[in-house]
Every structure is written in C-alpha cells, then in structure tokens.
C-alpha cells in the first residue's frame, strides 16, 4: 500500500544512517516525538505529486536528512571548553553525507529490510536541483542543515 510508503522509506533512513552515523550523533524520523539530542539528523519523505512526462509519478519520493546542531560548545567536567560548535556541525554532516554519497545507496537502503519497500533508486539532489541548504530554527538555536534526496521506491507484499 503506498499510502504508508514515506513511512517505510523514513524507515529505511533512519536504520541505514543509525549503522554508520550513531557513534556521532541520534538520528530521528520526523514523526518521532521523542525529546531530540543534539547534534541529531532528522529524516522526513513524502510522496511527490508530479507528473513526470504524461504518467503521475507515484513512486518518486522526496526525502531530506537535516542535520542539527545546537548552537552550543560542549563543557567538560571542569568547565573548560572542550568542542567548538562548527567542530561538531562540521563531523555531523560530514558523517552523513559520506554515509548518503555511495554508488549503491538504494541497494543500501533495501538491504537493511524494512518489509513491504523496494528501492530501486536512491541519490542526494532533488528533482528542483536544490542544493544542500542551511538554516537556523526558529528561535535561533539550532543550526540545520538539509540535505535533499530523490529515491524511487515502491510497495511490496509484506
């Protein structure tokens, strides 16, 4: 059912990224309520609702992964300084954007085994060319940084 695809897709993010990127930092769906650790990478993908020539493309997903950084050094025990903001945002989103620019991201993403989801492609960009971009929120105290990605996928028997 397409309907929960973005879910699994979600899904499949968050598991691949947790292998390669959990020693430097959480990573999230979007859905996830849960209290977010910083620095964090959250991922979200919906269903695009282009039509891609004369055929509706519903197997194209949109997904991002923000990376987010807290405005923040980290202290240690006696008060010193021991980490730089642009230190640790620098090794968060370098951690996953070498873990999303792979040759074979969606075999990547199909092989941690979220039923129900084939990935047949999978690359960071967008279908607009949106390069990564950089924000803050919206109080000012979290720096994130969004990477865009396109990946087809599509419903199998669970």
Known sequence: MTFWL?????????????????????????????????????????????????????NRMIASVMVMTEYASEIDGNAVEVSKFEEIEEIAVSSVLEALFVDDLAAQLTAVGIPGISISYAAIGSADGDP?????????????????????????EI
Request: proline residues 4%; contains cysteine; charged residues 20%.
């Open 6 to 58: 973005n879910r699994r897709v979600e899904r499949a993010l968050q598991s691949y990224l947790q292998t390669l990127c959990s020693s430097t930092m959480k990573i999230y769906r979007s859905a996830q309520l849960a209290p977010r650790q910083f620095p964090c990478a959250v991922v979200r993908a919906h269903q695009n609702r282009r039509y891609v020539g004369e055929v509706y493309a519903a």
């Open 132 to 156: 990564v971009t950089s924000q803050s929120d919206e109080d000012g105290n979290v720096s994130i940084v969004e990477i865009p990605l396109v990946i087809m996928a599509g419903s199998t």
